[in-house]
Structures are given as structure tokens and as C-alpha cells.
């Protein structure tokens, strides 16, 4: 009890009567509130911009860009034409654009999941005060 008695003592509270209502303005601007942060599940379009910064997949885009670049210059000089040169170039385009999406649909499901847990965890939580010497 001995610890309980000299944390009453540090914040300036009666562990009988509890806290004083003329002092919760002094107190919440000393200690801030008692009130966490609002939780809000990142947005599927920044799950997506994060799992684009993967360097593996930067570098696949680079070779898409490649891919298609190169191809097409020997195409036109040789046929004259584009023709089916993009193909190669665009399928590594679209197979990041896929990996990239539905790993971020899944991680953005389970953020959504995760913060509304974490809601109702939150609206389980209760805790006893005393205020003039009652609970």
C-alpha cells in the first residue's frame, strides 16, 4: 500500500475521497486527458501506395518500362510497326498492378478488422472512480 499512498501523494489526491471536481480543468491540462486517440483504419489506396514501395516491385515497373521501350523501337525499326511488342511490357505492368492490389485488399481488410476489435475492446474496458467517498 505503501506505493499506492506516495503515487496519491505525487498527483495530489486522496485515496478515501478521490478526486476534487473543482480541480479537473488544472488537472486535464496538466496530464491531458483521459481519452485515447480515435482509431481510423488507413485507407485502401494508402495500404496500395505503401506495398508499391516495395523495391522489388519498383524494379519490375522499370523493366515494364524497359520491356516496352525496347521492343518497340526494334519493332518499329524492323517492321515498321508496333505491332505485339507492348505484350511483354504491359503483362509485368499488370501482374504488379494484381500482387500489389490483393496483398493491399487483404491488408486493408484486416486493418478494418483489426480497428473494429479494437472498438469494442475498448468499449468493454470500465474502471472504478471514487469521488467523495463514493464509487
Not at 494484381?98 to 493491399?104: D, I, K, M, P
Amino acid at each position: 500500500m505503501q506505493g499506492a499512498e506516495g503515487l496519491a501523494r505525487v498527483l495530489k489526491t486522496d485515496l478515501k475521497n478521490g478526486l476534487d471536481e473543482t480541480d479537473f480543468d488544472k488537472r486535464a491540462s496538466q496530464f491531458g486527458d483521459n481519452v485515447g486517440d480515435k482509431l481510423v483504419p488507413k485507407s485502401f489506396w494508402t495500404i496500395f501506395a505503401e506495398a508499391m514501395g516495395d523495391i522489388m516491385l519498383k524494379i519490375l515497373l522499370v523493366c515494364a518500362v524497359v520491356s516496352i521501350v525496347f521492343e518497340s523501337y526494334i519493332a518499329i525499326s524492323t517492321t515498321g510497326s508496333i505491332g505485339h511488342a507492348w505484350v511483354e511490357g504491359f503483362a509485368i505492368f499488370l501482374a504488379v498492378f494484381l500482387v500489389a492490389g490483393s496483398g493491399s485488399f487483404v491488408d486493408w481488410r484486416k486493418e478494418i478488422q483489426f480497428v473494429e476489435n479494437r472498438k469494442k475492446t475498448m468499449l468493454d474496458l470500465k474502471t472504478t472512480v471514487i469521488r467523495k467517498g463514493k464509487q
